[in-house]
Nanobody, 125 residues
Framework: VQLQASGGGLAQAGGSLRLSCSASARTYNTRAMAWFRQAPGKEREFVAALWLGGGNPRYTDSVRGRFTLSRDRASNTMYLQMNNLNPEDTAVYYC???????????????????WGQGTQVTVSS
């Protein structure tokens, strides 16, 4: 599955952005989809994930209540609505899809098979 991330840009603190991740093919064999981010000089970290077999999205603590992950099955597109942004959210955001992942690995980037190219999010104070 090829993934295309978009929607990044520049926002002021307190503002909002919505990221999109489009899959090039049917995701019938995809078990989970997720967003990760990498800030300058830091390791890539988990942001949010959705187990496609059911259940609510999972979020890292720093974004819970501000970010919302959703998916449009018909268009094979995943979204990340980011509200109340702060400068610590500045990073390159990557979407990922897992075909062989198991549920306990949903926050582990090494468990994902396919990655988008990343989209830059910059939040100014």
């Amino acid at each position: 599955v090829q993934l295309q991330a978009s929607g990044g840009g520049l926002a002021q603190a307190g503002g909002s952005l919505r990221l999109s991740c489009s899959a090039s093919a049917r995701t019938y064999n995809t078990r989970a989809m997720a967003w990760f981010r990498q800030a300058p000089g830091k390791e890539r970290e988990f942001v949010a994930a959705l187990w496609l077999g059911g259940g609510n999205p999972r979020y890292t603590d720093s974004v819970r209540g501000r970010f919302t992950l959703s998916r449009d099955r018909a268009s094979n597109t995943m979204y990340l609505q980011m509200n109340n942004l702060n400068p610590e959210d500045t990073a390159v955001y990557y979407c990922a899809a897992g075909r062989t992942i198991i549920l306990s690995q949903i926050t582990n980037q090494n468990a994902y098979n396919d990655w988008g190219q990343g989209t830059q999010v910059t939040v100014s104070s």
